[in-house]
């Protein structure tokens, strides 16, 4: 097992503590990184959703939305980044910790983050100025905005990173942080992923079996997927597949309780091989199948495994 970097965090809280507080989220990180996208997924799950409303306005619409007395406000996500008028980092992290506070209000605060190479891109693809550098180039501006801000990661309750994100990722991850739907305990997600192309930056837990037997180099299963029964019972004959699972569960089991004891939301379990395609997809189905019976909110995704097929030795 591999404890992958810190792509995404949760700060402490009492489990159930949300349930009957209006749900609040700040959406902010580097501009390029995500935030349009991130409130409107957020809009989608029943948030009232504003973005780039002046910070001295917040308290203004905090009350104008809350609704009418005795019935439950409207869940908020407001959206600010380093464009925002009256910004100020360390205001707005104070800001937070005050809303945090209040027992009426669970509020949290979301940090995108992304590479500067892919911030880069995406920029250069839109053919948008960066907003801290209009006459300069990109990379200045990144530069600059990450300087400013960067630091704030360390006071986000959860933290996404969405350099290697597709859209639909993104909105997963979203969706087990903060939707509405009131069910208790961690949200699951697994995924599995090729070696190849990096490890997730989102995940929380990495195993790694390319110690098993390798699909790829039987003829019959090489163009199928770890998707197929042929393929899954190839690789549960490994003599050492059995007690690794039974391992593997032994491991995540007991953790799961003490996830939802801290208030963590979602966490996502990686699984990985080398590319991505038939072990590691054959050991996530397994395991979202073991946890989904458990009772666990979980999801299933496939990072590599239909681009896997095209690497040699992919696996």
């Not at 002046?54 to 007395?69: E, F, I, K, Q, V």
């Not at 905005?145 to 630091?151: T, Y």
Request: charged share 25%; glycine share 10%.
């Amino acid at each position: 097992m591999i404890a992958a970097g810190r792509a995404m965090s949760d700060q402490p809280a009492q489990a159930g503590e949300r349930h009957d507080r209006r749900p609040f989220v700040l959406v902010t990180g580097l501009s390029g990184a995500g935030r349009v996208t991130a409130l409107n997924a957020l809009e989608d799950m029943g948030y009232v959703a504003v973005d780039n409303v002046p910070l001295p306005l917040l308290g203004d619409l905090m009350r104008s939305t809350a609704g009418n007395p005795g019935e439950m406000a409207a869940p908020l996500a407001f959206g600010v980044d380093t464009r925002t008028y009256g910004f100020d980092a360390r205001d707005l992290v104070r800001r937070i910790h005050d809303l945090r506070q209040r027992p009426g209000i669970a509020a949290r605060l979301l940090f995108l983050d992304c590479d500067d190479e892919t911030l880069q891109r995406r920029y250069t693809e839109s053919r948008r100025p960066h907003p801290l550098a209009p006459d300069r180039p990109i990379r200045d501006g990144i530069r600059e905005e990450r300087e400013q801000i960067g630091w704030m990661r360390d006071s986000a309750d959860v933290t996404i990173d969405t350099s290697a994100l597709s859209p639909h990722q993104f909105k997963q991850l979203l969706a087990g942080h903060f939707a509405l739907d009131g069910r208790p305990g961690t949200r699951l997600s697994v995924m599995s992923f090729s070696y190849r192309r990096g490890l997730p930056r989102e995940a929380d837990l990495v195993f790694d079996v390319r110690f098993l037997k390798n699909p790829h180099y039987e003829p019959t299963l090489k163009p199928l997927t770890g998707r197929n029964p042929a393929v899954a019972a190839f690789v549960s004959e490994d003599p050492d597949y059995r007690p690794f699972f039974d391992a593997l569960k032994g491991l995540i089991g007991p953790l799961l309780p003490r996830f939802d004891a801290e208030g963590k939301s979602y966490l996502t379990i990686a699984v990985g091989c080398t590319g991505g395609r038939h072990r590691s997809v054959a050991v996530a189905e397994e395991l979202a199948r073991w946890l989904r019976d458990t009772g666990r909110s979980v999801t299933l995704s496939h990072r590599d495994a239909e681009a896997a097929g095209e690497a040699s030795g992919a696996g």
